[in-house]
């Protein structure tokens, strides 16, 4: 007798048959847990990193934030990490915030580099503007760029929380800049800046949400990065040569090309089930 997953009660998305009770957005919030009620399961997501910002040609696309998840004792208070402001000024993307509550933890996602590589997805710490991971709360090791892992490393790297894409700094010619990688939680495409025709990255696609489109077009006001996906909502598209921003739940920002604005990472959330 077969039996369908579709119709089963027994089957729920939910850990451990609990129900998702509160979802917390808000930077520093105050949290009531019911009376009777001494652990919960908490998912915790950091907020993404910003795309990186170039005076000519493209860089890339900043990390999504770290995931992580488990029991803990109940706590009145929270933190959810913003994501990453993206700079029309040239230079690295602004790292994401952590988020915590109780004893889960999960840094932010690495803004981009100030040149071409996208930042690295977050873990149980944040990058610190680097294609390079870190370790990720359940003790997976760190990834180099563009290398899949839990916790995945720029340059599009695939994972649970995903690497920015590459971007281009060739400033002739045809060029399509690298998408974010894809995961659970999605890096932003990287961006194009060139006198050709110049193409953006799309930022990755997640398990539930696409990532927002880059820009394509002939000159230099064209190539921005679209935004990775959140784990809640889809990344922004680009606009011209501004950066998409990254869906909310962790999402990374897109990368921008030459002159133009980066995209902003998503902002964490944290998930309480009891």
């Not at 488990?70 to 993206?86: D, F, L």
């Not at 990058?127 to 892992?149: C, D, E, F, M, R």
């Amino acid at each position: 007798m077969s039996v369908s997953i579709y119709n089963n009660s027994s089957f729920t998305d939910s850990p451990y048959g609990l129900k998702l009770q509160q979802t917390i957005i808000a930077s520093s919030s105050s949290v009531v847990i019911p009376t009777g009620i001494q652990r919960v399961y908490a998912v915790v997501i950091g907020g993404g990193g910003a795309g990186g910002s170039v005076a000519s040609g493209g860089v890339g696309g900043g990390g999504a934030g770290g995931y992580s998840a488990g029991w803990t004792y109940i706590s009145n208070s929270v933190t959810v990490g913003a994501g990453g402001v993206g700079s029309s000024t040239a230079g690295a993307g602004a790292n994401g915030g952590a988020s915590i509550y109780g004893m889960i933890f999960a840094g932010g996602g690495s803004g981009a580099q100030s040149n071409t590589p996208g930042g690295a997805g977050g873990g149980a710490t944040t990058p610190n503007q680097t294609a390079v991971s870190v370790v990720s709360y359940t003790g997976a090791p760190s990834a180099a760029a563009s290398i899949t892992g839990y916790s995945a490393g720029g340059s599009g790297g695939a994972g649970v929380s995903s690497g920015g894409g590459v971007g281009s700094a060739t400033v002739t010619g045809t060029v399509t800049a690298g998408a974010g990688g894809r995961g659970l939680i999605c890096g932003g495409g990287g961006a194009a800046g060139t006198a050709g025709t110049g193409t953006g990255g799309a930022g990755g696609t997640g398990d539930f949400f696409a990532g927002g489109t880059g820009t394509s077009g002939t000159g230099i006001t064209f190539g921005g990065g679209g935004g990775g996906a959140g784990i809640s909502s889809a990344g922004s598209a680009a606009s011209a040569n501004n950066g998409g921003n990254g869906g909310d739940g962790g999402g990374g920002g897109g990368g921008a090309s030459t002159l133009g604005t980066a995209g902003s990472g998503g902002r964490g959330e944290v998930r309480l089930y009891y």
